[in-house]
């Protein structure tokens, strides 16, 4: 079983950053790709970006591309992702997510196993 819980979230101006962290309980975390999903009110949750299990491998989406950077550290179970140049179109509630697989991060929130509980994120303008 895995645990995923998220912080970092807030409030931030537009041009601001913000870096958010997802903890993982489990066994190994290194044994999951990870993923950032977000959603905002009255959409479908979207794939951000994700990385792979020993972190060789990242995908974003292409309106994060060159803004938005995930990476991980298996020894401290943790993911992060650096949020920079933030729009107030990145408003919206942001989970984690594990996939049980080694090969390289998914796009899709069907392949995500366990996720966390999110963590709001505001850009005001």
């Known amino acids: 079983q895995v645990q995923l819980v998220e912080s970092g979230g807030g409030l931030v101006q537009a041009g601001g950053s913000l870096r958010l962290s997802c903890a993982a309980s489990?066994?190994?975390?290194?044994?999951?790709?990870m993923g950032w999903f977000r959603q905002a009110p009255g959409k479908e949750r979207d794939f951000v970006a994700g990385?792979?299990?020993?972190?060789?491998?990242?995908d974003y989406a292409d309106a994060v591309k060159g803004r938005f950077t995930i990476s991980r550290d298996n020894a401290k179970n943790t993911v992060w992702l650096q949020m920079n140049m933030l729009k107030p179109e990145d408003t919206a509630v942001y989970y984690c997510?594990?996939?049980?697989?080694?090969?390289?991060?998914?796009?899709?929130?069907?392949?995500?196993?366990?996720w966390g509980q999110g963590t709001q994120v505001t850009v005001s303008s």
């Open positions: 990385i792979s299990w020993r972190g060789g491998r990242t």
């Open positions: 489990v066994h190994s975390s290194s044994s999951y790709a």
């Open positions: 997510a594990a996939d049980n697989y080694l090969g390289s991060p998914s796009k899709s929130q069907h392949d995500y196993e366990y």
